[in-house]
């Protein structure tokens, strides 16, 4: 009987010829990522010094400091304070500050590798499945077995395949597919399972784009989201010098406990209404809604072609007077890239506000917090009440490219005018 890809990675990962779903395994972790949000504070320095007060591996741990950085205020610069010396107490070479959200660190240092299993302090761990590479959160004292162990106990999970086949229409992105597939299934729908992604549309994107899919898989409540890696993936890696790695691929008769279809070239922009990720209608059915702030950044939409998706439908306008047009570039060699190339200075003549590379705005700890009331358009991947500020504030979901175009019009508006 044939193993789809997760259960190839999770079979190498605990030494074993075959797994299956429901089957519980020891496995072996490749890449264990801590955040400064919950990561050495919480739990983990305190019991570590119970449980022989060392790490299995010091090669193996990566820290990215990116929820805090750069600190708003002295809680925060004591979080970053206390993250940085706990890298460098234990030896953690691996450690990351102020080049922006973890995920997008992660996958240009090079650390999401084909075949390879990680788990980290975050929920959407689960973006390295772009590379073929099985990623999942994990809560803090998880990770202090993994870190004294090097080692997870796993229940091997089902998984579903989505396909995606046809050619997206101009003004439709990645950021649609995810929407579109989360709304299909409900935001429980692959709760602690595997949502695999395959198509000549999934095909068709760039790596970038992949990330963001697979960023939004724990949207859907899944274990991880996984794209076969192909030349695009192993490209990406070359140019940074990573490792390709061991890459598995699902077997043509691998078992999904489930299978859904698309047609790609149907797709419209889809917008996720407040205050939950499935609550997605087509852009026809929000169109007009009066927002206050955009937001063009984070681990999910914040990286290049993001950011060029944008300034392409900005390029020569002006942002609505109505409207904060906040950008946050998923890192620091994004906005390098941004800048030689010009898109940061098309988004600050349309009237943007460019900020440090960091998950502040996102998940509003600092930076384009909302006030009661007000109404915003993120790139970003949840919704919920008071995400961005204020719990009675408003938060649409959309491309950026859907981003740009509501900036423009102070309302939500369809891209697909402006391309
Ligand atoms: C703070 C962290 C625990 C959380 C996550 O795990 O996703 C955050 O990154 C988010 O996006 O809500
Ligand atoms: S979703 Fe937002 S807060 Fe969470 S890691 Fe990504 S950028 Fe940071």
Redesign the pocket.
């Known amino acids: 009987m044939g193993m789809t890809m997760a259960e190839k990675i999770i079979a190498k990962a605990s030494n074993k010829l075959a797994v299956k779903p429901g089957d519980f395994v020891w496995a072996n972790i490749n890449t264990a990522m801590m ?1 400064d949000l919950l990561g050495p504070r919480v739990v983990i320095a305190d019991q570590i010094k119970k449980l022989g007060n060392t790490v299995w591996d010091k090669e193996k741990v990566v820290i990215i400091s ?2 805090y950085s750069p600190a708003a205020n002295i809680t925060q610069a004591e979080i970053l304070q206390f993250t940085r010396n706990w890298a460098s107490e234990y030896g953690i070479g691996k450690y990351y500050e102020g080049l922006g ?3 997008q660190v992660l996958a240009e240092k090079g650390f999401d590798i084909p075949g390879s299993l990680m788990v980290g302090t ?1 929920s ?1 761990t689960t973006t390295a499945g772009a590379f073929g590479c099985f990623g999942t959160g994990i809560g803090s004292t998880e990770m202090l077995g993994v870190l004294v162990s090097g080692q997870i106990w796993l229940r091997v999970p089902e998984s579903i395949l989505f396909t995606w086949n046809g050619k997206l229409q101009s003004g439709v992105f990645a950021k649609d597919i995810i929407l579109r597939t989360i709304k299909e299934i409900g935001q429980a729908g692959a709760t602690y399972k595997v949502m695999e992604f395959a198509g000549n549309a999934i095909e068709n994107l760039t790596v970038d784009e992949r990330m963001t899919i697979t960023n939004m898989a724990v949207e859907a409540g899944a274990k991880t989201g996984l794209i076969a890696p192909d030349e695009k993936v192993f490209a990406y890696l070359s140019a940074i010098g990573a490792q390709r790695g061991d890459p598995q691929y699902s077997d043509p008769d691998a078992i999904y406990s489930e299978r859904y279809s698309f047609d790609a070239s149907k797709l419209v922009p889809q917008i996720a209404l407040p205050h939950e990720v499935d609550k997605v209608v087509d852009v026809s059915e929000a169109e007009g809604e009066v927002i206050h702030q955009a937001y063009l950044g ?3 939409n914040g990286r290049f072609d993001d950011l060029a998706q944008a300034a392409k439908i900005l390029k020569g306008k002006k942002v609505h007077p109505r409207v904060r047009f906040l950008v946050s570039a998923a890192s620091r060699s994004i906005y390098h890239q941004a800048i030689t190339t010009g898109i940061i200075e098309t988004l600050s003549d349309a009237g943007a506000m460019i900020l440090a590379p960091s ?1 502040g705005a ?2 509003g700890l600092h930076s384009g917090i909302l006030a009661r009331g007000e109404r915003a358009i993120s790139s ?3 919704n919920f009440v008071g995400r961005m500020g204020h719990k009675e504030s408003d938060l649409f979901l959309g491309s950026p490219a859907s981003v740009a175009a509501t900036a423009i019009e102070g309302k939500i508006a369809d891209p697909r005018k402006y391309l």
């Open positions: 955040d990116d929820h959200p973890c995920h975050d959407h984070s681990c999910t998950c996102c998940l970003t991947n949840r």
